[in-house]
């Protein structure tokens, strides 16, 4: 059973930083691409940073609206990625999930969020 754990999320003012986790295990980590995705009610969950499997060279990629603040990383060795937040705005405020992916296998797995609230 594979499961992803999310964990780091909470209230911080305007300007403050957060280093979101997320946790896999049940199955082999570094194949997965690993995707951080953020939703607030009524809008539709949007992407926010991609880092690719090892095995294809562990890329990363941003939506131009956290470009310079936000980072992701993994940790093969701990089966966890993660998504350092710098310079947060009100407007990051929502629960952000974790996703993994293994095209090849035709493998997609979601975590259960956690939220984060950036106070103005």
């Known amino acids: 059973q594979v499961q992803l754990v999310e964990s780091g999320g909470g209230l911080v003012q305007s300007g403050g930083s957060l280093r979101l986790s997320c946790a896999a295990s049940?199955?082999?980590?570094?194949?997965?691409?690993m995707y951080w995705y953020r939703q607030v009610p009524g809008k539709q969950r949007e992407l926010v940073a991609t880092?690719?499997?090892?095995?294809?060279?562990?890329?990363?990629n941003y939506a131009d609206s956290v470009k310079g603040r936000f980072t992701i990383s993994r940790d093969n060795a701990k089966d966890t990625v993660y998504l350092q937040m710098n310079s947060l705005k009100p407007e990051d405020t929502a629960v952000y999930y974790c996703?993994?992916?293994?095209?090849?296998?035709?493998?997609?797995?979601w975590g259960q969020g956690t939220q984060v609230t950036v106070s103005s």
């Open positions: 996703k993994a992916t293994n095209t090849v296998r035709g493998l997609t797995y």
């Open positions: 880092i690719t499997a090892i095995t294809r060279g562990a890329t990363t």
């Open positions: 049940g199955t082999i980590f570094g194949i997965y691409t």
